[in-house]
T-cell receptor
């Protein structure tokens, strides 16, 4: 049972344009959401997070939006840069489950120069 | 900066061998985690530990065990390696009571022949 889903395995975007990565979840107990970026041969690195009491969090070029009624979150990268090319994982946790992270399957972003 | 170090980047083992994967973190984090990453499946939690001597099963603990004798070190043990345990193994740590952000090591790519 995949509680966190990233339905797009890959995305290709032109440099300078917006990248939008999507994530859906099924567990209504999730109260904290994160995005991680992973380069080949490296571990995932934390990018940005959002609590369920908010609907938007911004950090430089990265913005995460949370739509609780739709159980959907998205990561916007503006403007996209070639160095953003990586695999992006969304993750979710619930205090009721001891804050364990449940990860999606990842979306591979390619930013074309 | 948090540093999570996994002792080996690449390992090749034979079926039936006992395999030890070591992870050390230098930030005095209480919580540590072991995941495996497989294509199309994202990161799946194998075992975790909230503190020294403590261990909890994750979502896919079968065929694995762990050891946490010291706070900074968390070992994953494959009692009798099998080919379906060929995977990328990722260790992570987290400061208890802080924001639910886990910090990852670079990973160990294990091949079981």
């Amino acid at each position: 049972d995949q509680q966190v889903k990233q339905n797009s395995p890959s995305l290709s975007v032109q440099e300078g344009r917006i990248s939008i990565l999507n994530c859906d979840y099924t567990n209504s107990m999730f109260d904290y959401f994160l995005w991680y970026k992973k380069y080949p041969a490296e571990g995932p690195t934390f990018l940005i997070s959002i609590s369920s009491i908010k609907d938007k969090n911004e950090d430089g070029r990265f913005t995460v939006f949370l739509n609780k009624s739709a159980k959907h979150l998205s990561l916007h990268i503006v403007p996209s840069q070639p160095g953003d090319s990586a695999v992006y994982f969304c993750a979710a946790s619930a205090k009721s489950s001891g804050d364990k992270l449940t990860f999606g399957t990842g979306t591979r972003l390619a930013v074309r120069p | 900066d948090v540093k999570v170090t996994q002792s080996s980047r690449y390992l090749v083992k034979r079926t039936g061998e006992k395999v030890f994967l070591e992870c050390v973190q230098d930030m005095d984090h209480e919580n540590m985690f072991w995941y495996r990453q497989d294509p199309g499946l994202g990161l799946r939690l194998i075992y975790f530990s909230y503190d020294v001597k403590m261990k909890e099963k994750g979502d896919i603990p079968e065929g694995y065990s762990v050891s946490r004798e010291k706070k900074e070190r968390f070992s994953l043990i494959l009692e009798s390696a099998s080919t379906n345990q060929t995977s990328m193994y990722l260790c992570a740590s987290r400061l208890a009571g802080a924001k639910n952000i886990q910090y990852f090591g670079a990973g160990t790519r294990l091949s079981v022949l």
